[in-house]
Antibody, heavy 118, light 110 residues
Framework: EEQLLESGGGLVQPGGSLRLSCVAS????????MSWVRQAPGKGLEWVSV????????NYADSVKGRFTISRDNSQNTLDLQMNSLGAADTAVYYC???????????WGQGTLVTVSS | QSFLTQTPSASGTPGQRVAISCSGS????????VHWYQQLPGTAPKLLIY???QRPSGLLDRFSGSKSGTSASLAISGLRSEDEADYYC???????????FGTGTKVTVL
C-alpha cells in the first residue's frame, strides 16, 4: 500500500525556522514528482512547492519563494521542506503529495500542523 | 496568489445531481489538465478526477468531470449524504510555473 507520512510540524515563533519531512513507502519514490500543499485553518488548499523525480528541478509559490526550500533524498525515500522566516500567514496543515501536472496528486499524507505564533 | 474560481457552495437532496464549476484562464485550464479533489471534514484531500475526466480505479461512476476552453466542471449524480465535503479543482499554470487551486465548493446534502 502506498503511504506518505509527514512529520516535523509544531509551534514556532515568528521569524523562526522549521523543517518538515515526508517518508514515502509502497511505490517507486524516485519515479514521481512530489509536492507540498498547505491549508490554513478554515481556508482552502494552497500549493507550496514541487520537486521533480530526480530532485534537479523545483518550483515554488510566490508566497514562499526565497524562504522555503524543497528537497528529496531518493536513497531514503524522503521529501523535505525547509521553512525559514516564518510568519503568521504560514500557519497551516502541510501535506506532502505524490503526482504531477499530468496525473494529479494521487496520494496524500495525513498532514502536519505548523503554527507560527509568539 | 492566484486561484481558479469556483462557486462557494452547492446543495441538493439525496439522489439529485449537483454540478460544480471551475473557471480559469488560457494559462491554466486552457492549456493544462484539470484535476478534482474531495476533502471530507478533518481529512486529507482525495483525488476524484484526473486529466479532466478520468476516474481513479475503484471510484464510483457517480462522479464525472469535463472541460471546455478555460472552464471545467464536476458533476455528482445520485447525491448521497457521504458526498458532503469540500471540492477543489486544480491545474498547472504555465505563466506562474506552478499549480493553482480553485477557491473550493462546499457541497451540502439537504
Amino acid at each position: 500500500e502506498e503511504q506518505l507520512l509527514e512529520s516535523g510540524g509544531g509551534l514556532v515563533q515568528p521569524g523562526g525556522s522549521l523543517r518538515l519531512s515526508c517518508v514515502a513507502s509502497g511505490f517507486t519514490f524516485n519515479s514521481h514528482a512530489m509536492s507540498w500543499v498547505r491549508q490554513a485553518p478554515g481556508k482552502g488548499l494552497e500549493w507550496v512547492s514541487v520537486i521533480n523525480p530526480g530532485g534537479s528541478g523545483t518550483n515554488y509559490a510566490d508566497s514562499v519563494k526565497g524562504r522555503f526550500t524543497i528537497s528529496r533524498d531518493n536513497s531514503q525515500n524522503t521529501l523535505d521542506l525547509q521553512m525559514n522566516s516564518l510568519g503568521a500567514a504560514d500557519t497551516a496543515v502541510y501535506y506532502c503529495a505524490k503526482g504531477d501536472k499530468n496525473t494529479g496528486w494521487f496520494n496524500w499524507g495525513q498532514g502536519t500542523l505548523v503554527t507560527v505564533s509568539s | 496568489q492566484s486561484f481558479l474560481t469556483q462557486t462557494p457552495s452547492a446543495s441538493g437532496t439525496p439522489g439529485q445531481r449537483v454540478a460544480i464549476s471551475c473557471s480559469g484562464s488560457s494559462s491554466n485550464i486552457g492549456s493544462n489538465y484539470v484535476h478534482w479533489y474531495q476533502q471530507l471534514p478533518g481529512t486529507a484531500p482525495k483525488l476524484l478526477i484526473y486529466r479532466n475526466d478520468q476516474r481513479p480505479s475503484g471510484l464510483l461512476d457517480r462522479f464525472s468531470g469535463s472541460k471546455s476552453g478555460t472552464s471545467a466542471s464536476l458533476a455528482i449524480s445520485g447525491l448521497r449524504s457521504e458526498d458532503e465535503a469540500d471540492y477543489y479543482c486544480a491545474a498547472w499554470d504555465d505563466s506562474l510555473n506552478g499549480y493553482v487551486f480553485g477557491t473550493g465548493t462546499k457541497v451540502t446534502v439537504l
